[in-house]
């Protein structure tokens, strides 16, 4: 058995995995005390699921949040497509999203363009992250939590409390060092993960299209897969950001995005696929590999745990 057909068979495992997803209007995922928790099947946060599933999208990590801990809103954002507030549970979309853009409700999943669902996505991450710190004990229902939380908190303190960053976008070779304050470091982890969400899911449904529009003439959804994922590594795509807490940086920038020797590692796409999207561990591992492996701490960061 090659090394090749291995991580074939490996990420075709992963791709038939992907099977589970999220809609909603005005208020939607959350958890309250004492109150009966069980599904409602007209609410718009399981409507939601219900349309993510029926496009092949993932729903595992959603599902583990409860109607009404998040409020979504509209507006007509300029600068960004999208706006996550945790520290009020609530989620800002781009009027666009909204059903013939009035900003009441969400356009059905099956009219959002693949860019938008990838957005969508994004958001949705923050949430989870959101939800599982906000709420210990519902989180504490799924074993992987406890896991990815250690990681994260072990992966901002190893590789996200010193960073690389390009003051300039337009030059990513030109590179600053900055050390982050706790704030910081944690949303820059958790930036760098939403993008891979998002980043995942838009590719996801790019594959779906491209072998609808073109049958059996193409490589197979494993192979691009793999070159794909192989792609935005190299390019350093898969890279995060975060607001500088220092007000008078803040004054020049609303944000500082990390350097591409900052972007996303094997160990964090490893379990990201694992936690998130249910592909098995080994899957996981050799989908990761095609990634390139030497990330080493910058001077003054503190060595990773896992």
């Keep these: 058995m090659t090394g090749a057909s291995a991580l074939d068979r490996a990420i075709v495992v992963f791709l038939t995995l992907w099977l589970t997803g999220t809609i909603w209007s005005g208020v939607l995922v959350g958890s309250v005390s004492g109150k009966d928790l069980s599904p ?3 609410s718009p946060w399981n409507a939601l699921i219900s349309q993510a599933e029926t496009l092949g999208l993932p729903t595992r990590f959603l599902r583990l949040i409860t109607p009404g801990f998040v409020t979504l809103e509209f507006e007509s954002l300029h600068t960004f497509a999208a706006e996550y507030h945790p520290a009020e549970h609530r989620m800002v979309l781009n009027r666009s999203l909204s059903f013939n853009a009035a900003g009441g409700t969400l356009r059905p ?8 669902l990838g957005t969508l996505y994004h958001e949705l991450f923050h949430a989870y992250m959101d939800f599982i710190q906000s709420e210990p004990r519902a989180a504490a229902s799924d074993p992987d ?3 990815l939380l250690a990681f994260a908190e072990d992966q901002q303190r190893c590789r996200y409390q010193v960073v690389a960053i390009t003051p300039v976008l337009q030059r990513k070779s030109v590179t600053e060092i900055r050390y982050l304050t706790d704030r910081e470091s944690w949303e820059a982890l958790n930036e760098t993960w939403a993008v891979f969400v998002g980043w995942a899911i838009w590719t996801k449904l790019e594959l779906q299209s ?4 073109r049958g059996r003439k193409t490589l197979s959804a494993t192979e691009e897969w793999v070159k794909r994922l192989k792609k935005a590594d190299r390019d350093g795509d898969l890279t995060g950001y975060y607001e500088p807490e220092d007000p008078t940086e803040r004054g020049m920038t609303n944000k500082r995005y990390l350097a591409p020797s900052h972007r996303l590692s094997p160990s964090e796409v490893a379990l990201l696929l694992e936690v998130l999207f249910g592909e098995p561990v080994e899957a996981a591992r050799r989908s990761a590999a095609v990634m390139e492996q030497d990330r080493p701490p910058l001077a003054g960061g503190a060595p990773c745990q896992n």
Excluded: F, I, M, Y
């Design 40 to 42: 409602d099947p007209h």
């Design 210 to 213: 491209g072998r609808e529009a």
């Design 109 to 116: 999943l099956a009219k959002l363009t693949h860019s938008e």
């Design 145 to 147: 939590v406890a896991r």
